[in-house]
Protein backbone atom coordinates (compact mmCIF):
# COMPACT_ATOMS: atom_id res chain seq x y z
CA UNK A 1 0.00 0.00 0.00
CA UNK A 2 1.53 3.21 -0.63
CA UNK A 3 3.11 5.14 2.20
CA UNK A 4 -0.08 7.47 3.77
CA UNK A 5 1.17 9.79 6.50
CA UNK A 6 -1.99 10.99 8.59
CA UNK A 7 -2.23 13.07 11.45
CA UNK A 8 -4.42 12.64 14.66
CA UNK A 9 -6.58 15.84 12.84
CA UNK A 10 -6.91 14.49 9.91
CA UNK A 11 -9.16 12.05 12.17
CA UNK A 12 -10.99 14.15 14.43
CA UNK A 13 -12.59 17.07 12.39
CA UNK A 14 -14.66 19.75 14.07
CA UNK A 15 -17.46 20.21 11.43
CA UNK A 16 -21.41 20.25 11.11
CA UNK A 17 -23.66 17.02 11.23
CA UNK A 18 -25.37 15.14 9.88
CA UNK A 19 -22.66 13.21 7.76
CA UNK A 20 -18.61 13.41 7.51
CA UNK A 21 -19.08 12.00 3.77
CA UNK A 22 -22.17 13.42 2.84
CA UNK A 23 -22.44 16.76 4.64
CA UNK A 24 -18.76 17.74 5.60
CA UNK A 25 -17.00 16.20 2.12
CA UNK A 26 -19.03 17.97 -0.11
CA UNK A 27 -18.91 20.92 1.98
CA UNK A 28 -15.19 20.76 2.03
CA UNK A 29 -15.61 19.93 -1.51
CA UNK A 30 -17.43 23.20 -2.40
CA UNK A 31 -15.05 25.14 -1.10
CA UNK A 32 -11.83 23.36 -2.60
CA UNK A 33 -13.56 24.34 -6.16
CA UNK A 34 -14.09 28.03 -5.10
CA UNK A 35 -10.58 28.19 -3.92
CA UNK A 36 -9.20 26.31 -7.10
CA UNK A 37 -10.98 29.10 -9.46
CA UNK A 38 -9.77 31.94 -7.25
CA UNK A 39 -6.16 30.25 -7.50
CA UNK A 40 -6.46 30.33 -11.39
CA UNK A 41 -8.09 34.36 -11.32
CA UNK A 42 -11.30 33.75 -12.91
CA UNK A 43 -13.56 33.40 -10.24
CA UNK A 44 -15.02 36.77 -10.95
CA UNK A 45 -15.84 35.58 -14.41
CA UNK A 46 -17.47 32.42 -13.49
CA UNK A 47 -21.26 33.05 -15.24
CA UNK A 48 -22.84 29.50 -14.76
CA UNK A 49 -22.56 26.66 -11.78
CA UNK A 50 -23.97 23.41 -11.99
CA UNK A 51 -23.32 20.56 -9.42
CA UNK A 52 -24.27 16.67 -10.45
CA UNK A 53 -24.29 14.34 -7.34
CA UNK A 54 -23.70 10.85 -7.91
CA UNK A 55 -24.40 7.36 -6.16
CA UNK A 56 -25.32 7.11 -2.73
CA UNK A 57 -24.52 11.11 -2.56
CA UNK A 58 -27.04 11.13 -5.00
CA UNK A 59 -29.26 8.67 -3.80
CA UNK A 60 -29.38 9.35 0.40
CA UNK A 61 -28.12 13.23 -0.07
CA UNK A 62 -31.01 15.03 0.83
CA UNK A 63 -31.62 13.24 3.86
CA UNK A 64 -27.59 13.80 4.44
CA UNK A 65 -28.19 17.56 3.80
CA UNK A 66 -25.73 17.14 1.14
CA UNK A 67 -27.57 20.33 -0.96
CA UNK A 68 -27.25 22.29 1.71
CA UNK A 69 -23.49 21.46 2.84
CA UNK A 70 -22.57 22.33 -1.00
CA UNK A 71 -24.51 25.32 -1.04
CA UNK A 72 -22.75 26.76 2.22
CA UNK A 73 -19.43 25.19 1.46
CA UNK A 74 -19.72 27.21 -2.26
CA UNK A 75 -20.88 30.48 -0.76
CA UNK A 76 -17.38 30.15 1.59
CA UNK A 77 -18.88 29.51 5.24
CA UNK A 78 -16.34 27.34 6.52
CA UNK A 79 -17.81 24.28 8.91
CA UNK A 80 -15.46 24.64 11.84
CA UNK A 81 -16.32 28.30 12.57
CA UNK A 82 -19.53 28.39 11.41
CA UNK A 83 -22.85 29.55 14.06
CA UNK A 84 -25.01 26.64 13.12
CA UNK A 85 -27.82 28.60 14.51
CA UNK A 86 -27.22 30.73 11.16
CA UNK A 87 -27.47 27.93 8.10
CA UNK A 88 -31.39 28.01 7.83
CA UNK A 89 -31.33 31.74 7.07
CA UNK A 90 -28.26 31.15 4.96
CA UNK A 91 -29.68 28.79 2.90
CA UNK A 92 -33.15 30.82 2.77
CA UNK A 93 -31.15 33.62 1.50
CA UNK A 94 -29.78 31.50 -1.06
CA UNK A 95 -32.64 29.99 -2.38
CA UNK A 96 -34.56 33.23 -2.13
CA UNK A 97 -31.69 35.68 -3.92
CA UNK A 98 -30.03 32.88 -6.59
CA UNK A 99 -27.03 34.26 -5.56
CA UNK A 100 -24.28 32.10 -3.85
CA UNK A 101 -22.48 35.52 -1.99
CA UNK A 102 -21.97 39.21 -2.30
CA UNK A 103 -19.29 39.47 -4.41
CA UNK A 104 -19.83 36.37 -6.54
CA UNK A 105 -21.22 37.20 -9.89
CA UNK A 106 -23.00 33.85 -10.30
CA UNK A 107 -26.65 33.39 -10.33
CA UNK A 108 -27.27 29.94 -8.64
CA UNK A 109 -30.46 28.43 -8.27
CA UNK A 110 -30.14 25.38 -5.52
CA UNK A 111 -33.55 23.30 -7.06
CA UNK A 112 -32.23 23.52 -10.63
CA UNK A 113 -28.39 23.90 -10.16
CA UNK A 114 -27.78 21.04 -7.78
CA UNK A 115 -29.08 17.48 -9.81
CA UNK A 116 -29.15 14.59 -7.56
CA UNK A 117 -28.20 11.26 -10.74
CA UNK A 118 -29.66 8.62 -8.61
CA UNK A 119 -29.57 5.99 -12.03
CA UNK A 120 -25.61 6.89 -12.12
CA UNK A 121 -22.36 6.38 -10.56
CA UNK A 122 -18.74 6.84 -10.80
CA UNK A 123 -16.44 3.61 -10.25
CA UNK A 124 -13.76 5.07 -8.01
CA UNK A 125 -16.18 5.62 -5.58
CA UNK A 126 -19.71 5.51 -4.24
CA UNK A 127 -19.59 9.28 -3.07
CA UNK A 128 -18.83 11.34 -6.13
CA UNK A 129 -20.10 15.11 -7.06
CA UNK A 130 -19.20 17.61 -10.01
CA UNK A 131 -18.81 20.78 -10.66
CA UNK A 132 -19.82 22.18 -13.92
CA UNK A 133 -18.55 25.64 -14.60
CA UNK A 134 -19.21 28.25 -17.48
CA UNK A 135 -17.21 31.68 -17.95
CA UNK A 136 -17.76 34.93 -19.88
CA UNK A 137 -14.31 34.65 -20.55
CA UNK A 138 -13.02 31.45 -20.20
CA UNK A 139 -13.33 27.64 -21.23
CA UNK A 140 -15.91 25.80 -19.22
CA UNK A 141 -14.35 23.69 -16.34
CA UNK A 142 -15.26 20.59 -14.44
CA UNK A 143 -14.06 18.78 -11.89
CA UNK A 144 -15.30 15.78 -10.00
CA UNK A 145 -14.37 15.27 -6.34
CA UNK A 146 -14.96 12.34 -3.95
CA UNK A 147 -15.87 12.13 -0.60
CA UNK A 148 -13.96 8.79 0.86
CA UNK A 149 -15.43 8.72 4.08
CA UNK A 150 -14.84 10.46 7.36
CA UNK A 151 -14.55 14.12 6.15
CA UNK A 152 -11.57 13.29 3.19
CA UNK A 153 -11.69 14.54 -0.14
CA UNK A 154 -10.13 13.30 -3.22
CA UNK A 155 -9.94 15.23 -6.43
CA UNK A 156 -9.82 13.50 -9.70
CA UNK A 157 -6.30 12.90 -11.65
CA UNK A 158 -4.78 13.66 -7.94
CA UNK A 159 -5.33 17.65 -8.07
CA UNK A 160 -4.81 17.28 -4.36
CA UNK A 161 -0.58 16.43 -5.37
CA UNK A 162 0.06 19.98 -3.88
CA UNK A 163 -0.48 18.13 -0.44
CA UNK A 164 3.17 17.39 1.23
CA UNK A 165 4.18 14.38 2.06
CA UNK A 166 6.29 14.16 5.59
CA UNK A 167 8.59 11.74 6.86
CA UNK A 168 7.15 10.29 10.26
CA UNK A 169 9.87 8.91 12.64
CA UNK A 170 7.64 5.79 13.04
CA UNK A 171 5.88 5.08 9.80
CA UNK A 172 2.69 3.29 10.47
CA UNK A 173 0.25 1.54 8.47
CA UNK A 174 -0.91 -1.44 9.99
CA UNK A 175 -1.47 -2.33 13.83
CA UNK A 176 2.13 -4.76 13.11
CA UNK A 177 3.51 -1.54 12.36
CA UNK A 178 2.77 0.05 15.53
CA UNK A 179 3.25 -2.61 17.88
CA UNK A 180 6.56 -3.06 16.35
CA UNK A 181 7.71 1.00 17.23
CA UNK A 182 6.42 0.47 20.65
CA UNK A 183 7.90 -2.93 21.53
CA UNK A 184 11.24 -1.31 19.91
CA UNK A 185 11.27 1.92 21.39
CA UNK A 186 9.39 0.78 25.02
CA UNK A 187 6.76 4.14 23.96
CA UNK A 188 3.35 3.56 24.71
CA UNK A 189 0.99 4.15 22.01
CA UNK A 190 0.42 7.16 22.30
CA UNK A 191 3.53 8.43 23.27
CA UNK A 192 4.39 7.16 19.38
CA UNK A 193 1.64 8.34 18.28
CA UNK A 194 3.09 12.01 19.73
CA UNK A 195 5.98 11.83 18.56
CA UNK A 196 4.79 11.19 14.88
CA UNK A 197 2.55 14.53 15.21
CA UNK A 198 5.18 16.72 16.25
CA UNK A 199 6.43 16.39 12.61
CA UNK A 200 3.44 18.29 12.12
CA UNK A 201 3.45 21.11 14.86
CA UNK A 202 4.90 21.65 18.49
CA UNK A 203 3.93 19.43 21.54
CA UNK A 204 2.11 22.23 23.49
CA UNK A 205 -0.06 23.13 19.86
CA UNK A 206 -1.16 19.77 19.94
CA UNK A 207 -1.98 19.36 23.32
CA UNK A 208 -4.00 22.90 23.07
CA UNK A 209 -5.64 21.43 19.33
CA UNK A 210 -6.85 18.22 21.25
CA UNK A 211 -7.93 19.97 24.09
CA UNK A 212 -10.40 22.17 21.73
CA UNK A 213 -11.52 18.77 20.37
CA UNK A 214 -12.59 17.48 23.55
CA UNK A 215 -14.02 21.06 24.08
CA UNK A 216 -16.26 20.64 20.97
CA UNK A 217 -17.59 16.84 21.74
CA UNK A 218 -18.44 17.82 25.72
CA UNK A 219 -20.21 20.96 24.82
CA UNK A 220 -21.95 18.71 22.22
CA UNK A 221 -22.58 16.27 24.85
CA UNK A 222 -23.89 18.33 27.00
CA UNK A 223 -25.98 20.42 24.74
CA UNK A 224 -27.15 17.29 23.41
CA UNK A 225 -28.68 16.10 27.21
CA UNK A 226 -30.65 19.59 27.72
CA UNK A 227 -32.35 19.88 24.10
CA UNK A 228 -35.49 18.65 23.37
CA UNK A 229 -38.19 18.68 20.38
CA UNK A 230 -37.94 16.24 17.27
CA UNK A 231 -35.63 15.69 14.60
CA UNK A 232 -35.50 17.62 11.73
CA UNK A 233 -36.43 15.86 8.35
CA UNK A 234 -40.01 14.56 8.67
CA UNK A 235 -39.09 11.28 9.86
CA UNK A 236 -40.91 12.50 13.53
CA UNK A 237 -37.90 10.99 15.61
CA UNK A 238 -38.04 12.84 19.01
CA UNK A 239 -34.92 13.30 21.40
CA UNK A 240 -34.31 11.35 24.21
CA UNK A 241 -31.15 12.15 25.28
CA UNK A 242 -33.09 15.45 27.68
CA UNK A 243 -35.77 13.07 29.23
CA UNK A 244 -33.07 10.25 29.99
CA UNK A 245 -30.82 12.88 31.56
CA UNK A 246 -34.10 14.25 33.69
CA UNK A 247 -34.72 10.83 34.83
CA UNK A 248 -31.24 9.51 35.88
CA UNK A 249 -30.63 13.12 37.98
CA UNK A 250 -33.61 12.93 39.74
CA UNK A 251 -33.76 16.79 40.22
CA UNK A 252 -30.26 17.63 41.44
CA UNK A 253 -29.04 20.98 40.74
CA UNK A 254 -26.27 22.03 38.71
CA UNK A 255 -25.24 25.28 36.49
CA UNK A 256 -22.49 24.28 33.78
CA UNK A 257 -21.07 20.54 32.39
CA UNK A 258 -18.90 20.05 35.29
CA UNK A 259 -21.49 20.74 38.15
CA UNK A 260 -23.21 18.20 35.53
CA UNK A 261 -20.22 15.22 36.11
CA UNK A 262 -20.53 16.20 39.93
CA UNK A 263 -24.27 15.20 39.86
CA UNK A 264 -23.59 12.35 37.70
CA UNK A 265 -20.92 10.98 39.87
CA UNK A 266 -22.94 11.28 42.85
CA UNK A 267 -25.62 8.60 41.35
CA UNK A 268 -22.92 5.80 42.24
CA UNK A 269 -21.49 2.77 39.87
CA UNK A 270 -24.23 1.12 39.65
CA UNK A 271 -24.43 -1.32 36.25
CA UNK A 272 -27.73 -0.29 35.59
CA UNK A 273 -27.17 3.23 35.84
CA UNK A 274 -23.82 3.75 34.16
CA UNK A 275 -25.36 2.05 31.16
CA UNK A 276 -27.94 4.18 30.90
CA UNK A 277 -25.12 6.99 31.24
CA UNK A 278 -23.02 5.83 28.51
CA UNK A 279 -26.49 5.16 26.21
CA UNK A 280 -27.50 8.88 27.18
CA UNK A 281 -23.82 10.36 26.56
CA UNK A 282 -24.43 9.11 22.95
CA UNK A 283 -27.80 9.54 22.22
CA UNK A 284 -26.89 13.13 22.78
CA UNK A 285 -23.98 13.90 20.63
CA UNK A 286 -26.20 11.78 17.44
CA UNK A 287 -28.90 13.87 18.20
CA UNK A 288 -26.92 16.70 17.78
CA UNK A 289 -25.53 15.19 15.22
CA UNK A 290 -28.87 15.00 13.17
CA UNK A 291 -29.84 18.64 13.84
CA UNK A 292 -27.30 20.08 11.75
CA UNK A 293 -25.20 20.63 15.20
CA UNK A 294 -21.50 21.32 15.71
CA UNK A 295 -20.07 17.78 16.51
CA UNK A 296 -16.26 16.17 15.50
CA UNK A 297 -16.25 13.51 13.33
CA UNK A 298 -15.06 10.39 15.18
CA UNK A 299 -13.71 9.18 12.53
CA UNK A 300 -17.40 9.98 11.07
CA UNK A 301 -20.40 12.02 11.93
CA UNK A 302 -22.60 9.37 12.17
CA UNK A 303 -20.17 7.55 14.22
CA UNK A 304 -19.34 11.09 16.08
CA UNK A 305 -21.74 9.93 19.66
CA UNK A 306 -19.05 6.95 19.90
CA UNK A 307 -15.56 8.04 21.54
CA UNK A 308 -17.32 10.92 23.35
CA UNK A 309 -19.41 8.54 25.22
CA UNK A 310 -16.83 6.04 25.90
CA UNK A 311 -14.75 9.62 27.10
CA UNK A 312 -17.21 10.83 29.23
CA UNK A 313 -17.58 7.27 30.51
CA UNK A 314 -14.02 6.96 31.68
CA UNK A 315 -14.40 10.87 32.91
CA UNK A 316 -17.40 9.64 35.34
CA UNK A 317 -17.34 6.60 36.36
CA UNK A 318 -13.51 5.09 36.48
CA UNK A 319 -10.73 5.63 39.23
CA UNK A 320 -8.35 5.78 36.78
CA UNK A 321 -8.77 9.33 34.93
CA UNK A 322 -6.62 11.91 35.06
CA UNK A 323 -7.21 15.29 32.69
CA UNK A 324 -3.75 14.28 31.16
CA UNK A 325 -5.11 11.33 30.10
CA UNK A 326 -7.71 13.26 27.63
CA UNK A 327 -4.66 13.66 25.47
CA UNK A 328 -3.83 10.45 25.31
CA UNK A 329 -7.15 8.76 24.75
CA UNK A 330 -7.49 10.96 21.58
CA UNK A 331 -4.21 10.25 20.55
CA UNK A 332 -4.11 6.59 20.67
CA UNK A 333 -8.01 6.13 19.01
CA UNK A 334 -6.69 8.63 16.08
CA UNK A 335 -4.15 5.78 15.35
CA UNK A 336 -6.61 3.06 15.72
CA UNK A 337 -8.97 4.91 12.95
CA UNK A 338 -6.25 5.71 10.84
CA UNK A 339 -4.61 2.37 10.85
CA UNK A 340 -7.98 1.53 9.72
CA UNK A 341 -8.51 4.13 6.98
CA UNK A 342 -5.41 2.69 5.29
CA UNK A 343 -6.56 -1.08 5.43
CA UNK A 344 -9.87 -0.80 4.91
CA UNK A 345 -12.42 2.61 4.79
CA UNK A 346 -14.02 4.55 6.78
CA UNK A 347 -16.85 5.52 4.34
CA UNK A 348 -19.95 3.20 4.64
CA UNK A 349 -20.90 4.32 1.18
CA UNK A 350 -18.01 2.03 0.60
CA UNK A 351 -18.32 -0.95 3.44
CA UNK A 352 -21.53 -0.36 5.25
CA UNK A 353 -21.84 1.11 8.73
CA UNK A 354 -18.51 -1.52 9.74
CA UNK A 355 -16.97 1.06 8.66
CA UNK A 356 -18.55 4.05 10.75
CA UNK A 357 -19.88 2.55 14.01
CA UNK A 358 -17.53 -0.64 14.16
CA UNK A 359 -14.26 1.36 13.56
CA UNK A 360 -15.53 3.98 15.98
CA UNK A 361 -15.76 1.26 18.23
CA UNK A 362 -12.45 -0.47 17.85
CA UNK A 363 -10.91 3.45 18.32
CA UNK A 364 -13.26 3.35 21.74
CA UNK A 365 -12.02 0.82 22.83
CA UNK A 366 -8.31 0.35 22.47
CA UNK A 367 -8.00 4.19 23.66
CA UNK A 368 -9.58 2.90 26.92
CA UNK A 369 -7.92 -0.12 27.37
CA UNK A 370 -5.00 1.88 27.63
CA UNK A 371 -6.21 4.88 29.49
CA UNK A 372 -6.93 2.12 31.91
CA UNK A 373 -3.58 0.84 32.14
CA UNK A 374 -3.61 -1.59 29.86
CA UNK A 375 -0.41 -2.81 27.40
CA UNK A 376 -0.04 -1.93 24.12
CA UNK A 377 -1.36 -5.64 23.62
CA UNK A 378 -4.21 -5.35 25.11
CA UNK A 379 -5.20 -2.21 23.62
CA UNK A 380 -4.81 -3.38 20.13
CA UNK A 381 -6.64 -6.73 21.41
CA UNK A 382 -9.53 -4.55 22.45
CA UNK A 383 -9.62 -2.83 19.50
CA UNK A 384 -9.73 -5.92 17.30
CA UNK A 385 -12.83 -7.43 19.99
CA UNK A 386 -15.26 -4.11 18.79
CA UNK A 387 -14.30 -4.70 15.54
CA UNK A 388 -14.74 -8.05 15.16
CA UNK A 389 -17.88 -7.89 16.48
CA UNK A 390 -18.92 -5.64 13.81
CA UNK A 391 -18.09 -7.24 11.18
CA UNK A 392 -20.46 -7.41 8.26
CA UNK A 393 -23.08 -4.10 9.74
CA UNK A 394 -24.97 -2.80 6.91
CA UNK A 395 -25.72 0.98 6.53
CA UNK A 396 -29.12 1.61 5.70
CA UNK A 397 -30.82 4.46 7.30
CA UNK A 398 -34.09 5.49 6.97
CA UNK A 399 -35.62 7.81 4.96
CA UNK A 400 -31.67 8.69 4.38
CA UNK A 401 -31.16 10.60 7.67
CA UNK A 402 -28.78 9.96 9.73
CA UNK A 403 -31.56 9.41 12.63
CA UNK A 404 -32.74 5.62 12.38
CA UNK A 405 -31.33 3.26 13.15
CA UNK A 406 -27.69 5.56 13.59
CA UNK A 407 -28.34 7.19 16.62
CA UNK A 408 -29.20 4.00 18.69
CA UNK A 409 -25.86 2.30 16.84
CA UNK A 410 -23.90 4.78 18.67
CA UNK A 411 -25.04 3.62 22.16
CA UNK A 412 -24.37 0.34 20.42
CA UNK A 413 -20.49 1.10 19.93
CA UNK A 414 -20.02 2.74 23.00
CA UNK A 415 -21.41 -0.64 25.08
CA UNK A 416 -19.29 -2.29 22.97
CA UNK A 417 -16.33 -0.84 23.25
CA UNK A 418 -16.64 -0.66 26.98
CA UNK A 419 -17.30 -4.32 27.36
CA UNK A 420 -14.44 -5.24 24.46
CA UNK A 421 -11.88 -2.94 26.87
CA UNK A 422 -13.00 -5.28 29.68
CA UNK A 423 -12.38 -8.72 28.25
CA UNK A 424 -9.03 -7.11 26.65
CA UNK A 425 -8.16 -5.79 30.13
CA UNK A 426 -8.83 -9.75 31.46
CA UNK A 427 -6.88 -11.34 29.04
CA UNK A 428 -3.58 -12.48 27.79
CA UNK A 429 -3.11 -11.29 24.24
CA UNK A 430 -0.50 -13.57 23.52
CA UNK A 431 -3.10 -16.16 23.85
CA UNK A 432 -5.68 -14.41 20.86
CA UNK A 433 -6.88 -16.07 18.13
CA UNK A 434 -7.45 -13.01 15.89
CA UNK A 435 -5.33 -9.88 15.07
CA UNK A 436 -6.16 -6.52 14.44
CA UNK A 437 -4.64 -6.71 11.66
CA UNK A 438 -6.14 -10.02 10.50
CA UNK A 439 -10.12 -7.88 11.35
CA UNK A 440 -9.18 -4.86 9.21
CA UNK A 441 -8.42 -7.21 6.23
CA UNK A 442 -11.81 -9.45 6.74
CA UNK A 443 -13.50 -6.09 7.25
CA UNK A 444 -12.29 -5.20 3.97
CA UNK A 445 -13.25 -8.37 2.55
CA UNK A 446 -16.84 -8.10 3.69
CA UNK A 447 -17.12 -4.74 2.34
CA UNK A 448 -16.29 -5.71 -0.90
CA UNK A 449 -18.63 -8.65 -0.47
CA UNK A 450 -21.63 -6.86 0.52
CA UNK A 451 -24.26 -5.71 -1.70
CA UNK A 452 -24.09 -2.04 -2.55
CA UNK A 453 -28.27 -1.63 -2.02
CA UNK A 454 -26.72 -2.20 1.99
CA UNK A 455 -24.28 0.30 1.33
CA UNK A 456 -25.81 3.95 2.29
CA UNK A 457 -28.19 4.23 -0.42
CA UNK A 458 -31.33 3.28 1.42
CA UNK A 459 -31.99 0.60 -1.01
CA UNK A 460 -32.20 -2.08 1.72
CA UNK A 461 -32.18 -3.17 5.06
CA UNK A 462 -34.81 -1.22 7.34
CA UNK A 463 -34.65 1.68 4.87
CA UNK A 464 -36.98 -0.15 3.08
CA UNK A 465 -39.05 -2.08 5.83
CA UNK A 466 -40.53 0.93 7.05
CA UNK A 467 -42.95 2.95 5.21
CA UNK A 468 -42.52 6.53 4.55
CA UNK A 469 -43.77 9.57 2.43
CA UNK A 470 -40.96 11.93 2.18
CA UNK A 471 -40.59 13.71 -0.66
CA UNK A 472 -36.92 14.90 -0.27
CA UNK A 473 -35.53 11.21 -0.09
Not at 156 to 167: L, P, R
Amino acid sequence: MPYEPISVFDIFKIGVGPSSSHTLGPWRAGQAFIRSLDRKGILKDLEHLRVLLYGSLAKTGKGHGTDIAIQLGLAGYDPVGIDTSTIPSVVERIQKEKTLAPGLPVTFDPSEDIEFLVKESLPYHPNALSFLADFHTHEPIAETYYSIGGGFIEQEKGAFAEKKTVQLPFPIDTAGNLLHWCMKTGLTIHEVVMENELVWREEAEVKKQLSNIWRVMKECIYKGCHSEGVLPGGLQVNRRASALNKKLLKGKKYSDYQGWVEAIKSGGRDFQYILDWVSCFALAVNEENASFGKVVTAPTNGAAGVIPAVLQYFISFTDGFTEEKIISFLLTAAEIGSIFKKGATLSAAMGGCQAEIGVSSAMAAGALTESMGGTQRQALMAAEIAMEHHLGLTCDPIGGLVQVPCIERNTMGAIKAITASQLALQSMPDFAKVSLDAVIRTMWDTALDMNSKYKETSDGGLAIQVPLSLPEC
